[in-house]
């Protein structure tokens, strides 16, 4: 919590923090008062599970609300900014593909959108996969013959505009900070109308690209199953096949050398991709690796505690903080 902003902060599916990171880079240290992420603890009281464990660690002293569907939000304190990624399973190309449904994770978004209906922040900041622009989404107008009116992206835009909000969206990769993977986000803001709270801001104090980066050869996106210590499809379209065929030992030929240096230089140096595994002589994915491909700053996740598993699970799942950020000044410059 910072006592010392002059803006205030909640934080739905909060994850590792990676979108409230990105809000910060464009309007400066929240104050952040409360947080919210499934928490599980041991007969000791020590925090079970990968995020929760990173919240704890990294905002230390701030409540965490638990479980969104179980939140009063006649007892929460109204924030200026509320953020949210809700879950994404059920939107994502890699997932179930049941839409933004009632009984889906990623219909969760309900309630957050109670959230936002209760508390009215100045400014509302969601996230999701590119699935959201196409996965199927609940509606009272589907038609009997089960066609398809409304998408996910609709959804979430059509609710916020029944109580008032207008919006903006846009979608981001990864790369496009500099990053040297692709990972695509679709980000929405959305402000009550006629309230120019965030707009009167003093914004952009993050340092946006002036123009496109050149196309270049991108390493895979990080993913939970990196995690395994092995190459899950025996080529280079998982990450660590990727380091191993081709940026370690001695047939490394340099496929991703730009991609990695550009980053390097972009965001800061980057932690050993490899690391000894736990049978002599073999060489398994670095944890520090993708946090660093991910934009946050070293140890974030990795010096928390967590087992490997977790950590990649973690990081897996994250949005790149600079990404974010590009995103919300986008936005406002559209709005």
């Known amino acids: 919590m910072r006592l010392n902003s002059d803006y205030t902060l909640g934080s739905l599916f909060t ?4 979108l409230d990171l990105g809000v910060e880079m464009v309007f400066g240290p929240a104050n952040r008062l409360w947080v919210s992420d499934i928490v599980e603890r041991d007969k000791k009281g020590h925090v079970i599970g990968n995020a929760p464990a990173v919240i704890e660690k990294r905002f230390p002293g701030v409540p965490n609300l638990g479980d969104v569907t179980k939140i009063d939000w006649d007892s929460v304190p109204r924030v200026d900014v509320l953020t949210g990624g809700s879950p994404c399973q059920d939107l994502s190309v890699g997932g179930r593909r049941a839409g933004m449904m009632p009984g889906t994770r990623s219909g969760l978004w309900m309630s957050m959108f109670e959230g936002v209906k209760r508390i009215r922040p100045h400014l509302v900041v969601w996230e999701n996969v590119r699935g959201a622009y196409n996965a199927r989404a609940y509606s ?5 013959d089960g066609r398809v009116v409304l998408r996910g992206l609709g959804r979430v835009l059509g609710d916020l505009a029944g109580i008032g909000y207008d919006a903006g969206w846009c979608g981001v990769r990864a790369s496009e900070v500099g990053a040297p993977h692709q990972r695509f986000r679709v980000f929405v803001l959305a402000w009550p109308k006629d309230d120019n709270w965030w707009l009167d801001r003093k914004m952009h104090r993050w340092n946006v690209p002036s123009e496109p980066f050149a196309p270049i050869q991108l390493l895979p996106t990080p993913t939970a ?24 030992g001695a047939n490394s030929d340099g496929k991703y050398l730009s991609a990695f240096l550009r980053w390097h230089v972009t965001f800061g140096p980057a932690s050993a991709p490899a690391e000894p595994a736990t049978k002599p002589g073999k060489y398994r994915l670095n944890a520090e690796f993708p946090e660093w491909m991910m934009g946050f700053p070293n140890g974030w996740v990795t010096d928390v505690g967590l087992s490997r598993m977790q950590e990649f699970r973690a990081i897996g799942g994250a949005v790149v903080p600079q990404q974010a950020a590009l995103a919300i000044t986008k936005i406002a410059r559209m709005a």
């Not at 009272?140 to 009997?144: A, K, L, Q, T, Y």
């Open 225 to 248: 199953r990196d995690g395994k210590g092995r190459n899950q499809r025996n080529d280079d379209s998982c990450l660590w096949g990727a380091i191993e065929q081709h940026m370690i």
């Open 15 to 18: 994850g590792i923090g990676g």
């Open 140 to 144: 009272s107008m589907e038609p009997e």
